[in-house]
């Protein structure tokens, strides 16, 4: 059963910079994509970044054009996230989730939550002076 657990969360203040991690336990973790989500508090989960199984594809949301960069090592069943310019608006729990897999194929990825099947636990980012 596939698992990934995040990692690298904390508190920042705005215009700071984090790098998420989600470590990935399954054999076949090159033949999924994978998803950056985020929650705050009373809001719906957003869909911030998404990579493709071979990393050749990246999607982002507006709001984080430019500012966060989403890779992954599949030799290491890893996926970062690196954030830099952190706001406020930033905050949140963020969560990796994993869509697939697709044996053989490219897996494409898109930033809605309802193509993942596993998520992780999330990780806690504050934005604060």
């Known amino acids: 059963q596939i698992q990934l657990v995040e990692s690298g969360g904390g508190l920042v203040q705005p215009g700071g910079s984090l790098r998420l991690s989600c470590v990935v336990s399954?054999?076949?973790?090159?033949?999924?994509?994978i998803g950056w989500f985020r929650q705050a508090p009373g809001k719906e989960r957003e869909g911030v970044s998404c990579?493709?199984?071979?990393?050749?594809?990246?999607n982002y949301a507006d709001s984080t054009k430019g500012r966060f960069t989403i890779s992954r090592d599949n030799a290491k069943n890893m996926v970062y996230l690196q954030m830099n310019s952190l706001k406020p608006e930033d905050a949140g729990v963020y969560y990796c989730?994993?869509?697939?897999?697709?044996?053989?194929?490219?897996?494409?990825?898109?930033?809605?939550?309802?193509?993942?099947?596993?998520w992780g636990q999330g990780t806690q980012v504050t934005v604060s002076a």
């Open positions: 989730a994993a869509d697939g897999p697709q044996l053989g194929f490219q897996r494409m990825c898109r930033r809605t939550s309802y193509e993942y099947d596993a």
């Open positions: 990579i493709s199984s071979s990393g050749a594809y990246t």
């Open positions: 399954e054999a076949n973790f090159e033949y999924y994509a």
